[in-house]
């Protein structure tokens, strides 16, 4: 029902984390445990419409498009929360922080 991956490049100590949730119903809950002592999220984008038939065409290119979701850059350590949307894919850019 759900899938997640990440990258990290230590070299600058950022990273991306993609959340797909594939329940045709359901919000799902992800309960992420941090590697590191703390982690400032830059920015959060989520894929998703309310009619998961909707679909892009050649007529009406942006009739599904990324939304940006505000994250207020605040630093989590430990554990972070994120609910995801039906059919949907979210992405957690981060910066890893000492």
Same mark, same amino acid.
């Given at each position: 029902? /759900? /899938?997640?991956?990440?990258?990290y490049d230590s070299g600058s100590k950022c990273g991306t984390l993609f959340i797909i949730n594939r329940s045709v119903d359901r919000n799902m809950v992800f309960?992420? *445990?941090l590697p590191f002592a703390g982690v400032r999220i830059s920015a959060v984008t989520e894929l998703f419409s309310a009619d998961p038939k909707q679909a892009n065409s050649g007529i009406d290119p942006a009739r599904t498009v990324p939304k940006s979701i505000a994250c207020g850059g605040g630093i989590y350590s430990g554990k972070m929360t994120v609910? /995801? *949307?039906p059919i949907s894919v979210v992405r957690i850019d981060f910066e890893a922080v000492d």
């Open positions: 029902m /759900s /899938s997640t991956a990440v990258y309960d992420i *445990k609910t /995801s *949307k």
